[in-house]
């Protein structure tokens, strides 16, 4: 896939089989896991090897490939109805990015009418669907960088970058097309617990490509905004529905709120792969509910007395209308409305 800034590739496809930096392990280490089983993709899904929502809709584009090519070994006449349990399986790894059913979707409209073998239209259509989304990163980088001001202080939340899509990222997209720019003078990213995507991929991937980036408590972003040290708040997107609400990682809400009280601009980016027009506001996204042991435990070990439950959601819903923009490939909406997303989205 042609990155032109040549940022990380969390997925690709080589020789046959696909390929995934196990995102668990990083920062201390970088490695990479190759699968060739449609059932191996879904529980790499659902374990976090690779996360983000436009990365883990191509992850499954790839692996329709991988389960249309075991099925049609199996029977070329009947390999569609093979392959309908894998193309479950993999829908319900996570449920709340629509990118992953989006792109399942996209790869059965291509095998609708396909009678011969199904692999290389299919892996053309996986790598189409891959190019599309750093493409659209690009796009909207620039333009979600173009509406903020010069010497701009951004929060950023979880990783919205390079290893959660196909390469340059949607809100560190707009980062890294601002920092190109000049425009940026500071970068802080929370830590985004449990699962640390901040300190651990945001951080790392931003100073993979020199961008100085400085880390903080999630709990700690409410001073940082009392003492006036934050411009614009830019976050990316599991799903957005049709009146502009948008479920993120769980912390985002709280985010928007503390933005608003502080008279400061949220911005959330996202390709409008990740707009779900079929749902008409954030009450209907289902919020994935991770397991007690995430907020229990550090790195295997107990942090809380034997006997303490935990509330793990996954993802918040922010409402449209703590949402000053949404940026997308197609461009931008200001004060998102259903009236708004429905001319974006045409
Ligand atoms: O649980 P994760 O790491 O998959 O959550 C990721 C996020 O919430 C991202 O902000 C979102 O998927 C947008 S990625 C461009």
């Not at 970088?30 to 992850?59: C, H, Y």
């Not at 940082?224 to 799903?239: E, F, P, S, T």
Request: hydrophobic share 45%; proline share 4%.
């Amino acid at each position: 896939m042609i990155d032109k800034y040549n940022t990380l590739q969390p997925v690709y496809w080589q020789n046959g089989q696909l390929h995934l930096l196990d995102q668990r392990k990083l920062p201390q280490q970088q490695t990479v896991i190759k699968l060739e089983k449609a059932d191996e993709v879904a529980e790499a899904i659902k374990e976090m090897v690779v996360r983000g929502a436009p990365a883990i809709g191509i992850t499954a584009a790839y692996a329709v490939v991988l389960a249309a090519k075991a099925a049609y070994t199996i029977s070329p006449n009947h390999w569609q109805t093979i392959i309908e349990s894998d193309l479950l399986q993999l829908a319900e790894a996570r449920p709340t990015a629509v990118n992953l059913v989006w792109a399942l979707e996209r790869m059965k409209a291509a095998f609708a009418n396909i009678t011969s073998n199904p692999v290389p239209v299919l892996l053309k259509e996986a790598k189409r669907i891959h190019q599309e989304d750093i493409d659209a990163n690009h796009r909207l980088g620039d333009w979600g960088a173009a509406l903020l001001p010069s010497n701009c202080r951004i929060l950023t939340h979880c990783n919205a970058g390079a290893l959660a899509t196909g390469g340059y990222g949607t809100a560190l997209g707009v980062i890294r097309s601002a920092y190109t720019a000049g425009k940026v003078r500071q970068v802080y990213a929370d830590e985004t617990r449990p699962w640390l995507q901040g300190a651990r991929l945001t951080a790392w991937e931003l100073l993979q490509d020199n961008i100085p980036v400085t880390l903080l408590a999630d709990s700690a972003a409410a001073a940082l905004m009392q003492q006036k040290r934050v411009d614009w708040v830019i976050v990316g997107a599991d799903r957005i529905t049709a009146n502009g609400d948008i479920a993120n990682k769980i912390g985002t809400y709280s985010l928007a709120v503390l933005a608003r009280q502080h008279g400061i601009k949220f911005m959330v980016a996202a390709p409008t792969s990740t707009i779900d027009m079929n749902l008409t506001s954030g009450e209907q996204i289902v919020i994935e509910q991770r397991a007690s042991d995430e907020i229990l435990t550090i790195g295997g070990q107990s942090i809380a007395p034997s006997g303490a439950k935990a509330w793990n959601p996954s993802f918040d819903v922010t409402p449209a209308a703590l949402v000053n923009v949404i940026v997308t490939e197609k461009g931008v909406v200001e004060q998102p409305t259903t009236e708004s997303l429905v001319a974006l989205m045409g």
